[in-house]
């Protein structure tokens, strides 16, 4: 399956500063996804991420305050923007592996950001 | 994607079986059930997928129903390595589907 090297693994941010996550697929993946984990809570899905192509966003997330970039089929990022301690969550990315399975997704580790 | 509901959290010991049911009412024709596990600080892993009856792996058993209205994750003798958040989810092959999350089950296994 594939490899995901997410990172930073956590960071201590001010708020009003941005933070940008990076994420590595040691294969070429179609699709890239990035969740947001809630202290305490399920996985929300941020947004889905194609190579040359615009981010789709989820309800309730906008460009603006995700960005998030794709610019080869090994590598996506995601920057939190303007930060306020709401966005203290860990961010995680995922691809999709495929067959066999249909939902057989692979997960970063994870990137736990606070912001203070 | 069929909304699926899960037990809040269970608890378990050390070489017991678990069995963690999901409720999936309005499964369609087409739906696999997937389940995942996620340890603290981790991603969520894939652990197990089936459509109907009975599907085992070296992790787990997944038991459907004939309507698979339900379905049941059941981990054989859990170990403290086992405590963890079980995630049940049910969705079509039709090109490509996002993951939706619920709630969680989350599992403590003490010794």
């Known amino acids: 399956s594939a490899v995901i090297s997410q990172k930073p693994s956590r960071d201590i941010c001010q708020r009003g500063t941005s933070l940008t996550i990076q994420c590595q697929v040691d294969s070429q993946v179609t699709m890239m996804f990035w969740y947001r984990q809630q202290p305490g809570q399920s996985l929300t899905l941020i947004a889905t991420a194609n190579q040359g192509s615009e981010a789709t966003y989820e309800s309730g997330f906008v460009i603006d305050k995700f960005p998030i970039s794709r610019p080869n089929l090994t590598f996506s990022t995601l920057t939190v923007s303007n930060m306020s301690p709401e966005d203290s969550s860990i961010y995680l990315c995922?691809?999709?592996?495929?067959?066999?399975?249909?939902?057989?997704?692979?997960f970063g580790s994870g990137t736990r950001l606070t912001v203070v | 994607l069929a909304k699926t509901t899960q037990p809040i959290s269970m608890d378990s010991y050390e070489g017991q079986e678990v069995n963690i049911t999901c409720s999936h009412n309005n499964i369609a024709t087409n739906d696999y059930i997937t389940w995942y596990q996620q340890f603290p600080s981790q991603g969520p892993r894939f652990i197990i997928q089936g459509y109907k009856t009975k599907v085992t792996n070296e992790v787990a058993s997944l038991f459907i129903p004939a309507d698979r209205k339900s379905s049941t994750l059941s981990l054989p003798r859990v170990s403290l390595s086992d405590t963890a958040v079980y995630y049940c989810l049910v969705g079509a092959n039709t090109g490509f589907q996002k993951l939706v999350f619920g709630t969680g089950t989350r599992l403590l296994v003490s010794p």
């Open positions: 995922s691809v999709e592996e495929g067959s066999p399975y249909i939902y057989g997704y692979t």
